[in-house]
């Protein structure tokens, strides 16, 4: 089951009050939330400042931002796209070097 995202605010909260003088056990149970999980940010707080904080789930972050998925395709990604076909289609040299050992030792089995 995926871990909720604890907001960053309530994050915050939990530092401050720590930081403060309240025990971890205290700031988690007045905030709804774990004692190891108050205990993870005031560390990565004392480490990192506020940035540490900040939810490691990029889509957290978003909030209520529209969805870009409905956008248009636009010229530059046809242009990304023939460009990976084309990777995809076209030995890479080392891979070509490869094969051609691979052939050759079928051809021609090691004595012993």
């Known amino acids: 089951m995926a871990k909720p995202i604890i907001p960053l605010e309530t994050r915050r909260?939990?530092?401050?009050?720590?930081?403060?003088?309240?025990?971890?056990?205290?700031?988690?149970?007045?905030?709804?939330?774990?004692?190891?999980?108050?205990?993870?940010?005031?560390?990565?707080?004392?480490?990192?400042?506020?940035?540490?904080?900040?939810?490691?789930?990029?889509?957290?972050?978003?909030?209520?931002?529209?969805?870009?998925?409905r956008r248009r395709p636009s010229a530059a990604d046809d242009d990304d796209a023939e460009a990976l076909r084309r990777r995809v289609e076209e030995p890479e040299p080392g891979n070509a070097l490869m094969r051609e050992v691979v052939e050759a030792r079928r051809k021609r089995p090691r004595r012993r």
């Open 13 to 69: 909260r939990a530092v401050e009050l720590v930081l403060g003088g309240m025990q971890q056990k205290q700031a988690a149970r007045q905030l709804g939330v774990s004692v190891g999980a108050v205990h993870g940010w005031v560390r990565a707080y004392r480490k990192g400042g506020m940035a540490a904080l900040q939810p490691k789930n990029r889509n957290s972050a978003q909030g209520n931002k529209p969805a870009d998925s």
